[in-house]
């Protein structure tokens, strides 16, 4: 079948991805898939306790089963200093357990064998002798005298207090919520949930004996920053280390961090001089990969009788499991949570936050989020739907009365952030108008007369991503910058190599069009290559939905140098001078002779082989790009649910996204992420839950338990655009990939509140179950 | 200890020792080298992994090898007849109904036996067709677009290829 397409690929053309030929014909290749010669199969033996000490491993058993060749205990990684490793966040974690076991599912022992089958009969040969301990799993208990202490091995440490950390004007917001005619508030619990891309996280290790060089395959979206934490931890030296992060079965954070069964593998290659895979079962993933959110939220808003915001006073306790892993920029103890004000004007504002260990996993990743956003942008959403019950007042006026105006840009928020443009009521308009907004209020006051129950939920979200500025944001001391290189061949076909890294996102496509635009060659004749740290230049990889915002700037940077040189050539091959070429589409050109003119292609030969004098050859360059600024994508949710008295049951009847991220390259992937986004939103909505019962237990460790949107309960979705240009991007992108479910869990829990509020029900935690619902009802004997 | 089995594998005819507890996905994966055919979970709820034996879609690490002797399988491999694109790979590539890509063999797959038992399906039944198959990236919208998309080509062409081993 034809699936050629005439486009070339230039910003704005839904061009079809140049990577989904591999996909569709089953030739991906994702870590899992790799096979080397000799390779041995790695098994974690896991606590079955929240908290015990670990009185002795007896591993006799396991070593005795035909095909092991050996088992890995903490006491062994000990004795190589690697026992312990570094988080993401200053802290420490565990690799293998040695004194006690902090969580269910932490690490305890490995076994490395022939088979996979045989590792795994091993592991559970090992005996592990604990002295169980009593666990504490709330972050409010543990704070408490006396609780168990879960970080007894940390000097100085005497509590399971992690840190606290405040933004924002304390004195001026105090005065603001003095001179308030009324405080809106709301306590809420942004619960525990896990990324759960489709493919787990592996790993295959393999250090030539030989040579000493490290080859690692893994599932990294950041390989170059993997790179230097494993020189840093293993102690290797950092040129002998090549990351090879190959197809990757989605993110979202998840792949992050850096996980003790990296590490073992890594180690235990290197000690037996073959390659070893690991790759995580899906129960492993979700007991002790990168966790996310977890944040207990108490926010205040000052505002006038007639719904005008003066200040916003939020306190907040974070849980961040047995070791304090969050990914996140290292000065900012709760990543970018002080974005908190999100899309309003409000003049005050104070945020306060603490951390605490518990007897949980450790992770606090960015889902699908930049740092904390999400949990922000959900407290000062269901803020303002409370705000409006209290005043009585419709949702989308009170918001209208307090957005930014366009005119405020560059607006400084309260809390220090410099937003870089924005047109909130025009996305509000939009999400209105396509909602048919009065028509839904109208017939939600009928049913109301007949009793039903029906909900109109509004979100207008502001998100903050594409860190740096390296300046203040850095990632485990590097700062948050990215790179491009791009050379063009003789033939004018050219191959371009990024520090960032795709696991869906559509890179090699979207990335070809930023220098189809920029130098007119077609994106089917730029080839992207990313994730070999090899063979690309330095970068902080992708996450916090800065690919475009970084990656994609510096991609616009190094096509103009290229652009810069090969106007000299074209002025060399047209006779003519330099500042009289003009560059249009592909094309450089005598101004005012537009007849007289050479494409890039002709221009990439003659860069090898007739130049000016005294020119270097070769039309290559690359660029480190630091971005001055964040981007502040932005837009408005309409969700319209419907609900069953009976079962509890909220049907999503409708769901309008409105999204504003910038100029758009290419539209049909930017509305592949909104879609997704959406859905992942609608799962933290009203499904995805990890939980754990008082014992630590955790309740959620597979599919049967943690709960995902398949195609059959997940909504469609109207998918609507504005373009609002970041005008520091060098293209005016912003960023897509984490708005969508930043924005929608506000917009799918206010759609739920709006439809029982008359009821008295002002809140309800996520996830929404209709058992919560129905309780809910019942409560204030409205249930059927 | 093995036991030998035998069963058509796209078309070809495989023989092979296994062990009895070996998991069919695993045997596609490891021994067969058909890569495809993808894991992500432990209690048969993703789909990754689906395949079809004898034209039925079955979740191929929910089935032990040994008991797809003498049967006939069909993997995403197959998918594609002397070097052209079934219109359903065709499809999901023109609706944009993949990111990641992970999912996208199960699904294309599901969809497969779907359009072979109902060639003109409704969004419904899309939907619930393929409820036995997680996609974390795509939000489904546009995997219930390319399945109609293809089923409208699929009644186009009389001359659609059928995957080998596919059943009728
Ligand atoms: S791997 Fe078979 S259903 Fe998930
Ligand atoms: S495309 Fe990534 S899981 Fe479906």
């Known amino acids: 079948m034809a699936t050629e397409t005439p486009l070339k690929g230039f910003i704005g053309e839904s061009i079809k991805r140049k990577e989904d030929d591999r996909f569709i014909q089953g030739k991906g290749n994702y870590v899992d898939d790799i096979v080397l010669p000799g390779m041995l199969h790695m098994s974690i033996l896991r606590s079955p306790f929240a908290h015990a000490r670990i009185k002795s491993i007896k591993a006799d058993a396991a070593q005795a089963v035909p095909g092991v060749v050996a088992v890995v205990t903490g006491d062994l990684l000990a004795q190589h200093k690697l026992a312990w490793m570094p988080t993401l966040s200053g802290d420490t974690q565990a690799v293998l357990a040695t004194d006690k076991v902090r969580f269910q599912g932490q690490e305890v022992a490995c076994v490395i064998a022939t088979d996979p089958y045989v590792a795994r009969d091993a592991a559970q040969l090992i005996e592990v002798d604990y002295d169980v301990l009593p666990a504490v799993v709330d972050p409010y208990q543990a ?3 006396g609780a168990p202490l879960v970080r007894d091995e940390k000097e100085g440490q005497s509590s399971n207090h992690i840190y606290h950390w405040e933004a924002g004007d304390k004195a001026k917001t105090e005065q603001a919520f003095a001179r308030a005619e009324r405080v809106v508030s709301l306590e809420t619990f942004y619960p525990r949930c896990h990324p759960s891309p489709v493919e787990t996280c592996g790993i295959v290790a393999d250090i030539s004996p030989v040579t000493g060089n490290a080859t690692i395959y893994m599932t990294s979206q950041a390989p170059h920053a993997h790179r230097t934490l494993f020189a840093i931890v293993a102690g290797l030296p950092e040129e002998k280390i090549r990351i090879l992060s ?79 892993a969050d990914a996140q920029p290292s000065k900012f103890r709760a990543g970018l949570f002080h974005i908190v004000t999100g899309s ?38 269901r803020l303002v739907e409370t705000a409006a019950i209290d005043l009585k007042m419709d949702p989308a006026e009170l918001r209208s009365k307090n957005f930014i ?34 028509e839904l209020r109208k017939e939600q006051a009928e049913k109301r007369k007949r009793g039903e129950l ?43 190599k990024l520090g960032v890294k795709s696991q869906g996102q559509g890179h090699e496509t979207t990335f070809a069009q930023i220098v189809t635009e920029e130098l007119g060659i077609p994106a089917v004749d730029v080839m992207v290559q990313e994730g070999d740290t090899d063979n690309t230049p330095y970068g902080l990889g992708t996450y916090a939905s800065r690919s475009t915002p970084v990656g994609g700037a510096a991609t616009a940077m190094v096509s103009r140098k290229l652009r810069d040189k090969a106007k000299k050539i074209a002025a060399h091959l047209l006779e003519a001078s330099e500042a009289d ?33 005294g020119m270097e050859a070769g039309l290559e360059g690359v660029t480190y790009y630091d971005p001055p600024n964040f981007t502040y994508p932005f837009g408005t949710y309409l969700v319209v649910v419907d609900i069953d008295r009976g079962t509890g ?70 998918t609507y655009e504005t373009v609002t240009p970041s005008p520091h991007h060098p293209i005016g992108a912003k960023g897509i990939g984490e708005s969508a479910t930043v924005g929608s869990p506000a917009a799918f829990v206010n759609a739920v509140i709006d439809a029982v509020a008359h009821l008295g029900i002002k809140n309800i935690d996520m996830p929404v179950t209709s058992d919560k619902i129905w309780s809910a009802l019942h409560e204030v004997g409205a249930a059927e | 200890m093995g036991r030998s089995i035998s069963l058509t594998v796209n078309g070809e005819m495989v023989t092979a020792d296994v062990e009895p507890r070996l998991l069919l996905v695993h045997f596609i994966r490891e021994r067969l080298r058909l890569t495809g055919t993808h894991i992500g979970c432990d209690t048969s709820h993703c789909g990754a992994c689906i395949v079809l034996l004898d034209g039925v879609p079955v979740k191929s690490c929910a089935v032990l090898a040994v008991q797809a002797d003498g049967r006939q399988l069909t993997s995403v491999e197959a998918l594609a007849a002397g070097g052209k694109l079934h219109p359903i790979q065709a499809a999901f590539k023109q609706e944009h109904g993949l990111q990641c890509g992970f999912c996208t063999p ?39 677009k390319a399945v109609r998309a293809a089923s409208a080509q699929m009644k186009l062409s009389a001359a659609v290829p059928i995957p080998v081993g596919a059943g009728s």
């Open chain 1, 581 to 613: 070429i003009d560059f249009d589409h592909g094309k450089f050109f005598v101004q005012g002779a537009p007849s007289k003119s050479k494409t890039i292609q002709e221009i990439a030969f003659a860069a090898y082989t007739n130049l000016p004098d």
């Open chain 2, 106 to 144: 199960g699904m294309m797959m599901s969809s497969f036996a779907l359009l072979a038992d109902n060639p003109d399906p409704d969004e419904e039944e899309i939907r619930w067709a393929l409820s036995g198959n997680i996609c974390r990236c795509t939000g489904y919208v546009n995997i219930v």
């Open chain 1, 246 to 324: 190959p197809d990757i079965g989605g993110g979202f954070g998840n792949k992050v961090p850096i996980y003790p069964g990296y590490v073992v593998a890594t180690a235990a290659s290197l000690l037996l001089g073959k390659p070893v895979k690991w790759v995580e079962d899906r129960s492993e993933n979700l007991i002790s990969t990168g966790f996310a959110r977890d944040y207990h939220m108490k926010g205040e808003l000052a505002v006038t009788n007639d719904g005008r915001m003066l200040g916003l006073r939020v306190k907040m306790l974070s849980d961040n499991g047995a070791f304090y």
């Open chain 1, 344 to 381: 309003y004007d409000i003049p005050a504002a104070h945020v306060e936050t603490d951390g605490a260990y518990t007897n949980k996993a450790p992770g606090g990743v960015a889902y699908r989020c930049s740092f904390r956003v999400t949990e922000a942008s959900y407290l000062i959403e």
């Open chain 1, 454 to 496: 029906m909900g109109i939920g509004l979100a207008s979200f502001t998100e903050v991503v594409g860190a740096g500025p390296g300046k203040h944001f850095d990632i485990a001391g590097l700062r948050m910058f990215d790179s491009a290189e791009l050379r063009v061949h003789p033939t004018g076909k050219a191959i371009l």
């Open chain 1, 405 to 438: 105006r366009p005119e405020q840009f560059p607006y400084t928020s309260a809390t220090g952030f410099d937003y870089d443009s924005g047109q909130y009521e025009k996305a509000l308009r939009l999400a209105l108008e396509k909602a048919g907004y009065d």
């Open chain 1, 143 to 145: 704070l408490e005298p």
């Open chain 1, 649 to 718: 049951q909220a049907k999503v009847r409708r769901m309008i996204a409105v999204d504003d991220c910038g100029v758009r390259i290419n539209p049909m992937i930017v509305e592949g992420q909104i879609h997704g986004g959406l859905a992942e939103g609608f799962g933290i909505a009203f499904m995805q839950l990890i939980t754990f019962d008082e014992e630590g237990n955790c309740l959620g460790s597979n599919f049967t338990d943690y709960l995902l949107p398949t195609s059959w309960e997940t909504p469609n979705f109207e």
